[in-house]
């Protein structure tokens, strides 16, 4: 219950507004009372305005801190592994060894998909975009499972979110192997979880993959930290499709779709093909004083946060990989030497000082992956893998919270007065 109260003055009035403190973080102002005094709130962008109510994740980007069900990031990237975060996020509490092993052999169960999924791959060309692919094939997933789409009974519920952790993996490196015209590779479920996508990914009938235990720790810890984060665009997206009662594959689809842009998923893409496009130290002064440049719309990607206004956890945590990735393959990647002088400025010109512009998790993880030989069009299909957890989480979670209302935010009208319309003959 509320046990502070704002008071707003409109026209003279005095309207009482209920604040509501959480556990961590900001208080929240409850404004849902303010259509009764003839106004709405206005927040292009979700700037200050909270959209629900959630235990799951909880960030503070001053200090440059992320919880997962209260566990700390870079704990649950380096103690536990992929599974076992996905289990705490849509538990609550992380596994026993038992519900671990039990987990494991679930998802274990559900990684193969319907042979009629391998035809729809037929209509793609060669060269689609590998997200273009992915969100289709997960849209369609509806269409081949129907005895998980009442999302009024929590067991249907998690049923699904099982199918979608289990057969991402498989989807993503078909949509790999179909963009390189190889043959698709069967889940093999003698393999972990990162050993198999990499095997998906990376064997051919022709010879053994041989699975680098570095590389299998190194994907792993990155599907870790895509996991979850709070309530960003494509979260937000999975939510307000899933309040309107959409199914889970349509609503994770719209996920997938959202997350694709470069000012969000996409941006591991895009940050890998600005530092090739940068391609050397001696170039990269011209490229900061493009991202200064008010009229020039570029920007350093991989840096700055909605949240974040200081480091990304996730980004610690990744460029300790991304050393640890290299120094074990024996690659000196030049491309590293253009991000550590990008980071090193962004630590130092007061423009990024000033705009608290750090290394996001998108920095680091290009470099990781293009390591382990992921092409570029690739790593958002990776980040989807990774989140599908967070969006099922949150999508679970809104569902099962009495009274959930489907979403349908209000504007500012700013158009055309009421006004007699002429037909075309007059
Ligand atoms: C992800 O929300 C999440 O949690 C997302 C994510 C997740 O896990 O789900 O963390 C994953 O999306 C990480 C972010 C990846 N995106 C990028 O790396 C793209 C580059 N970054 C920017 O586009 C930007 O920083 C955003 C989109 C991430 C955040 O944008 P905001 O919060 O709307 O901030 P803004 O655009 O208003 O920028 C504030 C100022 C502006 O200058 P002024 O107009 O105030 O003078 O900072 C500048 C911007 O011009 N700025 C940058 C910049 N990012 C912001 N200038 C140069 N380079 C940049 N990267």
């Not at 996991?227 to 960003?232: G, I, R, V």
């Not at 120094?327 to 491309?335: Q, V």
Request: charge should be negative; aromatic fraction near 10%; include cysteine.
């Amino acid at each position: 219950m509320a046990d502070k109260k704002a008071i707003l003055t409109i026209d003279g009035n005095q309207v009482e507004l209920p604040i509501y403190s959480g556990t961590l973080g900001q208080d929240v102002i409850d404004i849902r009372t303010l259509g009764q005094h003839g106004h709405f709130t206005f927040d292009p962008g979700f700037l200050a305005t909270g959209s629900c109510e959630s235990e799951i994740t909880f960030i503070d980007g001053g200090k440059g801190v992320l919880l997962h069900r209260g566990y700390p990031i870079d704990q649950l990237a380096t103690q536990a592994d992929y599974l076992e975060t996905c289990y705490l996020l849509f538990n609550g509490e992380a596994p026993s060894e038992e519900e671990y092993k039990e987990f494991v052999s679930i998802i274990k169960n559900h990684t193969m998909v319907h042979e009629g999924i391998h035809q729809f791959f037929n209509g793609f060309d060669r060269d689609a975009h590998p997200m273009a692919m992915l969100n289709s094939v997960v849209g369609a997933l509806s269409s081949f499972y129907h005895n998980d789409l009442d999302i009024t009974d929590p067991e249907q519920r998690h049923r699904c979110a099982n199918r979608l952790v289990a057969k991402l993996p498989t989807i993503a490196a078909m949509c790999y192997k179909y963009s390189i015209g190889q043959p698709f590779v069967c889940p093999k479920n003698s393999l972990n979880y990162s050993e198999n996508f990499l095997n998906m990914m990376f064997s051919v009938p022709a010879e053994d993959y041989e699975i680098n235990p570095a590389v299998a720790k190194a994907m792993d810890r990155i599907f870790t930290l895509h996991a979850d984060h709070e309530q960003n665009a494509s979260t937000s997206t999975v939510r307000l499709a899933g309040s309107s009662g959409a199914n889970p594959y349509a609503c994770i689809a719209a996920g997938i779709a959202s997350l694709w842009g470069p000012a969000h998923g996409g941006a591991n893409e895009a940050c890998l093909n600005m530092l090739e496009e940068i391609g050397t130290v001696d170039r990269i002064d011209e490229y900061v004083a493009k991202a200064k440049d008010k009229n020039d719309p570029f920007r350093l990607m991989g840096f700055g946060h909605r949240v974040y206004k200081n480091f990304d956890p996730r980004a610690t945590v990744m460029r300790e990989t991304c050393h640890e990735v290299l120094e074990s393959l024996g690659i000196k990647d030049p491309l590293l030497d253009v991000a550590m002088r990008l980071e090193q400025i962004a630590l130092e010109d007061p423009y990024f000082v000033e705009k608290k512009l750090y290394p996001n998790v998108d920095f680091y993880s290009g470099i990781i992956l293009k390591a382990i030989g992921i092409p570029t069009n690739m790593f958002t299909v990776i980040f989807a893998l990774s989140r599908t957890i967070g969006w099922i989480s949150h999508w679970n979670e809104m569902l099962s919270q009495p009274g959930a209302k489907i979403g349908r935010p209000r504007q500012l009208y700013t158009g055309q007065d009421k006004r007699e319309f002429q037909p075309i003959k007059k």
